[in-house]
């Protein structure tokens, strides 16, 4: 069975049952994208950003973007425990990865995120990349709005302490 946390919010257990009912009518390996079929509805799921050492994803469903986080079996020990990683962490910026356009923000100041959610989608090198929360926060200040290019480092948005 796999565990695994979407838009830092919905926990959801997948077993190879679940799974099964799902039929794949295609896939394209190229653009890391696959099409399902599921009770007469199809899903188009496309993977815009994997890190594989966290084993979190950003994809595409359907149009929308949506944050997945397969959960590790120590996570899953932990979060049993009720041990709370949020007190050891200390992130209250965004900075820019990379040079790039700002191609959309999608949040606005006071919003409330969750780690690991879509927050700016930015354009290098004629790829978008979409920056995500590194922690549950609300955001104080945005320092940056559509169509503005950023250097590397920039700070782009800050939370509150």
């Known amino acids: 069975m796999i565990k695994g946390v979407i838009n830092s919010k919905i926990q959801s257990d997948l077993s190879n049952e679940n799974l099964l009912d799902y039929e794949v009518l295609e896939i394209n390996y190229l653009k890391k994208e696959i099409i399902l079929l599921n009770g007469g509805k199809k899903y188009k799921c496309q993977i815009l ?8 994803y950003v994809m ?3 149009g929308h973007i949506s944050s997945i986080r397969l959960m590790k079996s120590v996570e899953k020990t932990i979060e049993k425990l009720g041990i709370n990683k949020k007190s050891l962490q200390n ?4 900075k820019a990865p990379m040079p790039g356009l700002i191609l959309e923000v999608l949040f606005k100041v006071g919003d409330k995120v969750k780690k690991g959610e ?5 354009e290098a090198m004629k790829m978008e990349n979409i920056l995500s ?25 800050n939370f509150v302490e």
């Open 49 to 56: 950003k994997e890190n594989s050492i966290d084993q979190s």
């Open 60 to 62: 595409k469903i359907n």
């Open 91 to 94: 992130v209250n910026v965004i």
């Open 118 to 122: 879509p927050i700016i989608i930015l």
């Open 133 to 157: 929360s590194p922690v549950d926060a609300i955001i104080k200040e945005i320092k940056v709005k559509p169509q503005q290019t950023v250097e590397k480092n920039n700070v782009l948005i």
